[in-house]
T-cell receptor, first 116, second 109 residues
Framework: DSGVTQTPKHLITATGQRVTLRCSPRSGDLSVYWYQQSLDQGLQFLIHYYNGEERAKGNILERFSAQQFPDLHSELNLSSLELGDSALYFC???????????????FGQGTRLTVV | DQQVKQNSPSLSVQEGRISILNCDYTNSMFDYFLWYKKYPAEGPTFLISISSIKDKNEDGRFTVFLNKSAKHLSLHIVPSQPGDSAVYFCAASGGKLIFGQGTELSVKP
């Protein structure tokens, strides 16, 4: 158990809909990272938050947005869903501010999103 | 633009032999490198890391080598065990953590 909690574990929704994925980081971790893993793809970096502020953005679509709340949990919002958005979405947390500084990130078990 | 590349999608080795997983990167600003292991239906778990000021880091059966001039790192597992069968991701850190595509290692008894 990494200490990172993601809910829900599975989500099935229709095209055009909007969903929210939730991540609770490990206790004491201030950084949350979101990644997308599509079929046969590696882990694509989406976005990083540190202590409530956006720190870095990757290849995140405009239809996707995220935020980190004062209690440090984070939500990833996916809207106008398309079939191609079906993927595993992972969040990870770390103590550091973004350079990671010799600390590793700990991953949740992921949310499997299926768009039908 | 794939900044971190693992060119071998899969690798099969015999139990007891050495497994060598390779990773190349393009950005010379990366200052910290990590290897993660992932089993099906689970999130990636941290395995071993190396700072850019070192060229080798060892932890039990796992050793990571870094060749900065070639922008190449490798993970050696010796001896390989069937329980090592998983997908291995290398990652590079420089403000954000960028992952390669992964290499699926299969260790056969």
């Amino acid at each position: 158990d990494s200490g990172v909690t993601q809910t829900p574990k599975h989500l099935i929704t229709a095209t055009g809909q909007r969903v929210t994925l939730r991540c609770s980081p490990r206790s004491g971790d201030l950084s949350v990272y979101w990644y997308q893993q599509s079929l046969d793809q590696g882990l694509q970096f989406l976005i990083h938050y540190y202590n409530g502020e956006e720190r870095a953005k990757g290849n995140i679509l405009e239809r996707f947005s995220a935020q980190q709340f004062p209690d440090l949990h984070s939500e990833l919002n996916l809207s106008s869903l398309e079939l191609g958005d079906s993927a595993l979405y992972f969040c990870a947390s770390s103590v550091g501010s973004g350079a990671l500084e010799n600390t590793e990130a700990f991953f949740g078990q992921g949310t499997r999103l299926t768009v039908v | 633009d794939q900044q971190v590349k693992q060119n071998s999608p899969s690798l099969s080795v015999q139990e007891g032999r050495i497994s060598i997983l390779n990773c190349d990167y393009t950005n010379s600003m990366f200052d910290y490198f990590l290897w993660y292991k992932k089993y099906p239906a689970e999130g990636p778990t941290f395995l071993i890391s190396i700072s850019s000021i070192k060229d080798k880091n060892e932890d039990g059966r796992f050793t990571v080598f870094l060749n900065k001039s070639a922008k190449h790192l490798s993970l050696h597992i010796v001896p390989s065990q069937p329980g090592d069968s998983a997908v291995y991701f290398c990652a590079a850190s420089g403000g954000k953590l960028i992952f390669g595509q992964g290499t699926e290692l299969s260790v056969k008894p």
